[in-house]
């Protein structure tokens, strides 16, 4: 069974500094993905950036990169020069990748971003 | 905006009752997804459709039931609804034929159940 554990329950950050969000993986699956969604108060989930269990490089998409160590079963959230909006609650998930498959959810990271 | 919309956004109702709750995919989008977001059982997967047909089925009550439409639209019905039921329920759409299931989130719907 695959299971993804993210240990902060919360996370302070003074804009426009950087801040790493952690997750930690499980799974006996050899191919996979790893994603990350945000979750604002308003309750919306947007997705953030997906990794794939072999891709070589670490994926980026603006100011939000994953560092992916697959001997370590981790796929960090680094998010670059945050903004008063990037204040809200980060899920780690994975899925299989065959197919069409289920999102596996951590229990979230709630990040405040502060002036 | 995803492109994946829900319908209704809120709903409060009485224990016992049973409830709808409507999704329609992002254009093109074949497979639907329910999950229920709660307090104490965090994001969890119900069930997916595609094309119509169920495809897997997660942690879902056996009073809870889905279907898919021909038009692709998907409903979730929650019957002899407990106040355990009380969640945000959300559906999301991904594309077939991708390399990976980046899934498209609806809004949600929050019901809650009094």
């Known amino acids: 069974a695959q299971k993804i554990t993210q240990t902060q329950p919360g996370m302070f950050v003074q804009e426009k500094e950087a801040v790493t969000l952690d997750c930690t993986y499980d799974?006996?699956?050899?191919?996979?993905?790893l994603f990350w969604y945000k979750q604002p108060s308003s309750g919306e989930m947007i997705f953030l950036i997906y990794q794939g269990s072999y891709d070589q490089q670490n994926a980026t998409e603006g100011r939000y990169s994953l560092n992916f160590q697959k001997a370590r079963k981790s796929a960090n959230l680094v998010i670059s020069a945050s903004q008063l909006g990037d204040s809200a609650m980060y899920f780690c998930a994975m899925s299989q990748n065959t197919g069409f498959q289920k999102l596996v959810f951590g229990t979230g990271t709630r990040l405040l971003v502060s002036p | 905006d995803s492109g994946v919309t829900q319908t209704p956004k809120h709903l409060i109702t009485a224990t016992g009752q049973r409830v709808t709750l409507r999704c329609s995919p992002r254009?093109?989008?074949?497979?639907v997804y329910w999950y229920q977001q709660s307090l104490d059982q965090g994001l969890q997967f119900l069930i997916q459709?595609?094309?119509?047909?169920?495809?897997a089925k997660g942690n879902i009550l056996e009073r809870f039931s889905a279907q898919q439409f021909p038009d692709l639209h998907s409903e979730l019905n929650l019957s002899s609804l407990e106040l355990g039921d009380s969640a945000l329920y959300f559906c999301?759409?991904?594309?077939?034929?991708?390399?990976?299931?980046?899934?498209?989130f609806g809004p949600g719907t929050r019901l809650t159940v009094l």
């Open positions: 459709y595609y094309n119509g047909e169920e495809r």
């Open positions: 254009s093109g989008d074949l497979s």
């Open positions: 799974t006996s699956d050899p191919s996979y993905g």
């Open positions: 999301a759409s991904s594309t077939a034929g991708t390399t990976y299931n980046e899934q498209f």
